[in-house]
């Protein structure tokens, strides 16, 4: 199957959906629990999609190395330290966002040249990180279309979802700390 339809149903499509009710269909606030929620499951949706495509083609999407794993469990501690039990649910969400992203890039990668790829992905992921309404949304904008690009430059060179998931956990991690990602959450540490 050509990447670019691969590329429209897995990817393109879940997020118009998921564009589409939160802006029209739903009565809440874009960061309410229930849109989060719902985003969340799109995204896994669509990362399904992709792995069932790479798997359908007879590939396989690179295995996590064990020493990731530990990065990214630390990664997802230090996250709790900082934004307490917020960060466990940030590294699952930074996992699942990577997880959508870096599966379409898997397919997208060797048929095109990394910028094209960059330009099919991260435009995606910028408007669906402005579905949630928050301030900052200039500065917002900025810091997810460098995050984007460099997830997937990291995983064109090292295709390891794990090391790209903590390194989104640890800056997001940041962000969310000064205020700039979620302007209210409750400090409470593990």
Known sequence: MNPLVIWLLAYALPAFLAGCYIKLCSHQEGGSPKNLTFIHVVLLVSALASQCAIYAQGISFPTPGIWFLV??????????????RLGLLYGVSALLQQACMLSIAFLLLPAFPVWIVVLLIVPLFVFCHQLTGVPYWRTRIILITLWGSVSVLIFAFIPDILLVSSLHTLFGTI?????????????SRF
């Open 175 to 187: 962000l969310i700390a000064n205020g700039i990602l979620h302007i209210q959450y409750e400090r």
């Open 71 to 84: 990065v990214f469990a630390a990664s997802v501690a230090i996250a709790g330290f900082f934004i307490g």
